[in-house]
Each structure stands twice: as structure tokens, then as C-alpha cells.
């Protein structure tokens, strides 16, 4: 492979495929086009090109083999994006119950203020339960299955048990759903970031230079799969990292990416997708 196309897929495939998606998921939005089934479609084909690219120029060559977890992995994915749709189609509609003189929501403001709203609520939930996550036991239970991956790569970003993923999610939709947020903005984002956890997750190797600090991309985040536990505890943020740089929490492995061993330290958590559902709900 020639440098510039490596040098083209290194810089140009984040901006391009995840900033091509995200335009043409809010062109959606103003133009009042139904969100089912056009921003899905769209989440799809930007993973898509993610899972090729990693062929073209991996991170780690050993990662793009199969460790017994392939079939498992495509089992949460196509599970936890149904989830993802029942709440951007039904859950997140309850916004729109709200009666209109009781809203507290800026729906005054243009569509791209009112989504960075919606981004900057849910992503603030997120790093707050990702964090606690870590802390709380009967919590890191549930999220041991997302960190028992024994190697990233793109399909990783939906490997979550799916109480996880709700109690997760549920602070920030709660509070959008009582401030009467329109159910399209929550559907919208939560397409944008369905594709940055596939780029999050990936086996690409891919750079965005001094944004690493801002946008929590693979970079920055594989530090947080470490096998160490101690070594885990950092980089929290689903989509922006400003909330571990204000919190403490963030570190840059940039410079280290040879040290990314991860998984967890029980190196017998299983690998299959019915095993990795109740292992939580075994004793400890």
C-alpha cells in the first residue's frame, strides 16, 4: 500500500466517513425526513466502511483475527441496536407528550444548537455512569462483558450487556424527556454516535492529532481496555473527553499504542453471548 493512501486513511477516514455521516443525519433532520429507516441506513454504511478500512490498514494485525468472539459480538450488536431503536422510536417520543406550556426545552434555537444540547446532556450521563461503572460492583458486573474483549475492533462499541446500556442511558433521557426534548434530536444523536463508537472501538489506525484531547477516538480510548484495572480508569467519555479533562480523569496513550493489551484480568469470563448475560447475576 502506497504512503499517501496510508496517509489519506490515517488522517482523512475519521473527518470524512464520521463527518460525512453526521451531515447527512442532520440534513435529515431539517428537511423533516422520518428518521426510521433513512439515519439507521446511514449509521450503517458509515460502520461499514469502518470494518473495511480496518482490513486495509489495522492497528494491531493480530486483532483482526477471530478470538472465539465473533459470533458473540454480532449477537450484541444486532441486540443492543434494536434497543437503540425502541428508544429513539418509542421512548424517546415521550418528549414529545409533553404539553407545549410546560416545555422547558430551547426549541426556539436552530436544530444544530438544540442537538448539541441534546449531544452535550446525554454525553455528560454517559461519562457520569460510565465512571461510576467502574466503582460501584454490582454495576461493574454489568459492564465486565464491554471489557472482556480480548481484542478492539469495530463491532466492540456494541458489546454491552443490555441493562448496562439502559442504566446508562437512562439519567440523560430522563432529563431530556422531562424538558420535552423532540423525540428527532435524541433519535439523531444517538445515530452520530452509534458510528463514532464504531470508529471509538475500532482496529484502525487512524489519527486526529490534538483532538485525541477533545473527541474520545480509538487514541485515547483503548487506554481505557487495559488489562490492568488500574490503568483503566481513565477516559471515560462516549463521544467528548472535555468531561475527564474538567474531572480528572483523562489520559493520552497516544504515545504508547504497543502497550494495548486488553481485556480483563479473568482471562475464563465467558465468551459466549448467553454466558456473558448472566455471568453478572452469578456470586462473586
Known sequence: MGNSLRFMIRWLSYPAIFGGTVA?????LYTGIPYWPSTPIIAALGILLVALLERVQPFRGDWLEDHHDSLTD??????????????????????????AEIRVFPTELPLWAQLVIVAAVLDLSLYAMHRI????????????????????????????????????AGPGLLVLFALGTPSALVATWFGILTVHLAFQ????????????????????????????????QVNFGKFLLVWDLLLGTFNDSASKPGSAEVGLRDRDYPTGYVGQLVEPFRSP
Open 74 to 99: 454480532i449477537i450484541h450488536m444486532v441486540v443492543n441496536l434494536s434497543v437503540i431503536q425502541f428508544t429513539a422510536t418509542v421512548l424517546a417520543r415521550l418528549g414529545d407528550w409533553v404539553p
Open 133 to 168: 461503572s467502574h466503582h460501584v460492583p454490582w454495576l461493574w458486573r454489568l459492564h465486565e462483558p464491554h471489557h472482556s474483549a480480548e481484542r478492539l475492533y469495530w463491532m466492540n462499541g456494541e458489546r454491552r450487556h443490555p441493562l448496562h446500556a439502559a442504566i446508562m
Open 24 to 28: 447527512w443525519m442532520i440534513w435529515l
Open 201 to 232: 472501538h475500532s482496529n484502525l489506525d487512524y489519527s486526529l492529532g490534538w483532538l485525541r484531547r477533545i473527541i474520545g477516538v480509538a487514541e485515547t480510548h483503548r487506554w481505557h481496555h487495559k488489562r490492568d484495572f488500574e490503568d483503566a
